[in-house]
């Protein structure tokens, strides 16, 4: 889902009109280069993978300099979001809700692969195959939510809630089991990438963002070191979730918990699988500066969902690092403890599940609710 910069068939206005950017999920822009406001100049083309591309494709960038500022996009709004999704004032568990929404990239945590093989290991690839992660926690959690031997982490009838209209409903579909928001299970056909992870979000008690650093920086926040090298930005999805997902948690109506996944170093097999510790100390070497193509997007977004103007305008100030550094002030889950893949998932799941059900509690002990 990294490949989105603007609506669907929508030409951006600037001082000299940039080509149509299209908006299809796990989709990039076209071959040829993207030139720069005012110039015939063609930008730097960039190959670094990032979510939803795939292997081979090169996105063109734009430099620091020339990155779409909050002016050009102000007047570019996203289909189908609209002001009334935090005006109720407080999160209710009537209607439409999803229990967890999970963020991950697409090159690293997505159902791409599951885990690197022999071949890829001994060439030191690690960038052929993803660790299938996002998709193993999210069966979990639905399986969890309905396994009669697990009676504590089933979701109480009062905290169902309904299926949104918005996402694809599973097949079958159980009102009892804990609903989760994936991407590639709950977009439906044909809609606005922003338009439907928005619309999740902003409907999620708990956000879930798996967040990876690998030894040669890649994982959804190790791609994150490359914005701001020499000048590098781009609009990147990974980024923009956790940018709207730390925002709505500080709105009454927005999004109850925070729950980040750590993931380090892949282990091979022969070494019993899973994961090393999420290496803390190299979040300093994250940019001190905004991505101001991904903290356009996100005013844009956190505007059309009513959030106030001052709110807005310190995200579009807030740089990478500080972004990583306030979902890591959320206590998390570090996988190093569990000793391969499907461990990790199932202790994932439970500890969703035990959040969403606090969040639930706590809220019906809300004189407010």
């Not at 734009?62 to 007047?75: C, I, P, Y």
């Not at 994250?286 to 995200?315: C, F, I, Y």
Request: glycine share 10%.
């Amino acid at each position: 889902s990294d490949g989105l910069v603007a609506s669907s068939g929508r030409t951006i206005p600037t001082t000299s009109t940039l080509p149509r950017l299209v908006s299809m999920r796990g989709a990039v822009l076209a071959d040829n280069a993207v030139s720069r406001p005012g110039t015939d100049a063609p930008c730097e083309a960039a190959s670094y993978p990032f979510r939803g591309d795939a292997p081979g494709f090169r996105r063109a960038s734009l430099a620091a300099s020339d990155t779409f500022s909050g002016a050009v996009l102000e007047n570019i709004r996203i289909p189908g979001i609209g002001g009334s999704t935090l005006a109720r004032g407080t999160f209710t568990l009537r209607g439409e809700l999803m229990h967890a929404f999970i963020c991950y990239r697409v090159a690293t945590e997505g159902d791409m692969g599951h885990g690197l093989d022999a071949r890829t290991e001994s060439a030191g690839n690690s960038r052929a195959k993803s660790n299938g992660l996002s998709a193993r926690i999210y069966a979990r959690i639905r399986e969890l939510s309905l396994d009669s031997e697990q009676k504590a982490l089933q979701i109480p009838r009062h905290g169902w809630g309904t299926w949104m209209k918005s996402a694809q409903k599973p097949h079958p579909f159980v009102p009892a089991q804990a609903k989760v928001f994936l991407d590639r299970e709950c977009l439906l056909d044909g809609q606005n990438w922003v338009t439907g992870f928005v619309r999740g979000l902003a409907a999620s008690m708990c956000f879930v963002p798996l967040l990876s650093w690998t030894k040669d920086d890649t994982g959804s926040v190790g791609e994150l070191s490359r914005i701001g090298v020499a000048g590098f930005d781009k609009e990147d999805n990974v980024l923009l979730e956790l940018i709207i997902a730390t925002a709505l948690c500080d709105e009454p109506g927005g999004v109850l918990a925070i729950l980040p996944v750590l993931l380090g170093q892949a282990r091979p097999a022969a070494k019993g699988g899973g994961f090393s510790a999420f290496p803390f100390y190299k979040v300093a070497r994250l940019s001190d500066l905004p991505s101001r193509a991904t903290n356009a997007r996100a005013g844009v977004v956190l505007r059309q969902l009513g959030v106030s103007e001052e709110k807005v305008q310190a995200v579009l100030e807030r740089s990478v690092k500080q972004v990583v550094e306030q979902v890591l002030r959320n206590q998390g889950v570090q996988t190093c403890e569990w000793a391969d893949v499907e461990g990790v998932a199932t202790g994932c799941g439970k500890r969703v599940l035990m959040t969403v059900l606090q969040e639930m509690q706590r809220l019906r002990s809300d004189p407010k609710y």
